[in-house]
Nanobody, 121 residues
Framework: QVQLVESGGGLVQAGGSLKLSCAVS????????IGWYRQAPGKQRERVAI???????KYADLVKARFTISRDNAKSAVFLQMNSLEPEDTAVYYC???????????????WGQGTQVTVSS
């Protein structure tokens, strides 16, 4: 069955960095787009970044220039390098197995369990 497992979250001071990982199994990874999302307490889940099967990337304006999404097809994994973290980045971060079509990312039904990122001021 399809599984996505996030790791790498933790507690970091403002201005610090974290690198999240998403390990994917049960699917032909190379053909799929992956998205990173986050959900802060009391807020809706929002998309942070996506990467297509070909390696093209898109970012939410709030994280552009601070976050970098990448993938390693040999390891069936996607990463989110987060730099210059701010308290507003505090959230549970999730990866999603999606589809990229006609310039748009469509989230799929498969999500990871999430990893907590907490940024202290």
């Amino acid at each position: 069955q399809v599984q996505l497992v996030e790791s790498g979250g933790g507690l970091v001071q403002a201005g610090g960095s974290l690198k999240l990982s998403c390990a994917v199994s049960g699917v032909t990874f190379n053909d799929r787009a992956i998205g990173w999302y986050r959900q802060a307490p009391g807020k809706q889940r929002e998309r942070v970044a996506i990467i297509t099967s070909g390696g093209s990337t898109k970012y939410a304006d709030l994280v552009k220039a601070r976050f970098t999404i990448s993938r390693d097809n040999a390891k069936s994994a996607v990463f989110l390098q987060m730099n210059s973290l701010e308290p507003e980045d505090t959230a549970v971060y999730y990866c999603n197995l999606g589809t990229y079509l006609s310039g748009n990312y469509f989230s799929g039904i498969h999500w990871g369990q999430g990893t907590q990122v907490t940024v202290s001021s």
